[in-house]
């Protein structure tokens, strides 16, 4: 190891261990005619459910410029941002004008973090964010910025509740400034991983004018906007915010992965609050640009206008019936699991305590090891630290055709744990 820098070695050490399961998944992955004896992923949040019509699309974009054969444009390229402003306009229905000029385009999401904490974080600075959630942040904000997050509980979560308010980022804030750190920002998801909660204004703008007070940042992560399942209230975005008290300090961040399944195209989306902030990240955001052809044909979809809404509205459809198809199948399984009914995304958040011979994060951890035996990778709650043991984050929007193989390998994962004992493992 002593031909690694010190940072190098650290970084191997901090792995978090969604990174180290994506990475394991990744090597013996499942596929019904390729690999049928593979793992099959219900651990990364990825959406299969309008694969073909994605794909039809793309293939029928058919484009190839001179300028694609050289260097990007370092906030990316203006065709881009114009048509995300529009897209963003329509798509929330703004009545007022985005700026181009304040947007980024950067590496995916991740990209788009590490960037954004390097430009409004200091060395060892902290972000706070409700917990759980996406942990692969850590590395994010880490990467570039050396920042660390610091998580604030979600409230009553032994009782399944998860309640979001300013109350946990107060406390939060407070409890990291006793230890000697500097809370820099707060990091709110919304539609929310890995609970599918929406939160709305109300309960949001308390948040912001503490925020202001303590002259914190607040980034809006967004990626699951359009991932709203039917019959459910429409999504209100920071966008429509009839007030934003601190808006230099308020960043948009949204990406392709989530809401259009392009994840890899790794086009992340930064609107900031400010254009000084936009093209001061110019220099450092040129070693993570996306190409320009990819940033073109994401212009060209998003342009389509009639395309886009018949995909949103779909997506949208398949979703929605995935969603309660395995909610159903998961809860008939075993009437002691409780699935926490969600409004968005790909998350099926299940409470799994009355499973547990004991209700330790320990026993959690081996009901996850069981699970992946019979070859399903699906999220234990800890891993999205999760102050319950007993929580688990199973992703539902797989290949349709891939659900019933996966949903037999969960139920004999299950009853192989339930025949367990813990005297067994002593």
């Not at 904490?117 to 050396?146: E, W």
């Amino acid at each position: 190891m002593d031909t690694l820098s010190i940072r190098a070695q650290n970084e191997s050490k901090n792995v978090t261990p969604l990174l180290k399961n994506f990475i394991l998944v990744q090597q013996n992955p499942y596929d019904d005619e390729l690999n049928p004896n593979g793992v099959c992923n219900c651990g990364v949040a990825e959406n299969y459910l309008c694969e073909n019509e994605l794909i039809s699309k793309l293939q029928s974009i058919q484009i190839w410029k001179g300028n694609h054969m050289y260097y990007p444009y370092s906030t990316g390229e203006l065709s881009l941002r114009q048509a995300s402003c529009k897209f963003f306009q329509k798509l929330f229905q703004l009545n007022y004008q985005l700026d181009p000029e304040r947007m980024v385009i950067s590496s995916g999401l991740s990209g788009i973090i590490s960037l954004l904490g390097y430009l409004i974080g200091d060395i060892d600075d902290v972000f706070l964010i409700s917990s759980p959630y996406y942990t692969a942040f850590d590395h994010d904000i880490a990467a570039l910025a050396n920042c660390a997050i610091f998580r604030c509980p979600s409230l009553e979560q032994d009782s399944g509740k998860f309640l979001f308010s300013v109350e946990i980022f107060k406390r939060g804030y407070y409890e990291a400034i006793n230890k000697g750190l500097r809370p820099r920002g707060i990091i709110i998801v919304n539609p929310h991983n890995p609970t599918g909660d929406i939160y709305d204004e109300q309960t949001i703008q308390p948040i912001l004018e503490f925020a202001a007070e303590k002259t914190l940042h607040i980034i809006f992560d967004e990626v699951y906007a359009l991932s709203i399942f039917e019959n459910e209230k429409p999504f209100q975005s920071i966008f429509n915010y009839t007030s934003i008290i601190d808006p230099e300090r308020t960043h948009f961040i949204w990406s392709f992965s989530k809401d259009f399944a392009l994840s890899g195209f790794r086009l992340g989306v930064l609107y900031g609050g400010s254009k000084e902030l936009c093209s001061s990240g110019a220099a450092v955001n040129f070693i993570q640009i996306p190409s320009v052809i990819i940033q073109d044909i994401a212009a060209v979809l998003l342009s389509d206008q009639q395309w886009v809404d018949s995909y949103i509205k779909l997506n949208r459809s398949r979703l929605t019936q995935q969603y309660k198809k395995v909610k159903k199948i998961i809860e008939d399984m075993d009437n002691r699991i409780y699935v926490r009914p969600a409004k968005a995304g790909f998350f099926i958040w299940a409470d799994c305590r009355l499973l547990l011979h004991e209700v330790t994060f320990e026993e959690e951890i081996h009901l996850f090891q069981i699970i992946f035996e019979h070859g399903v990778y699906l999220v234990s709650g800890s891993f999205l630290g999760c102050t319950q043991p007993g929580w688990f984050r199973i992703i539902f929007s797989v290949k349709e055709k891939w659900i019933d193989e996966i949903l037999k390998r969960l139920k004999s994962g299950l009853d192989a744990y339930r025949q367990s004992t813990i005297a067994s493992r002593a």
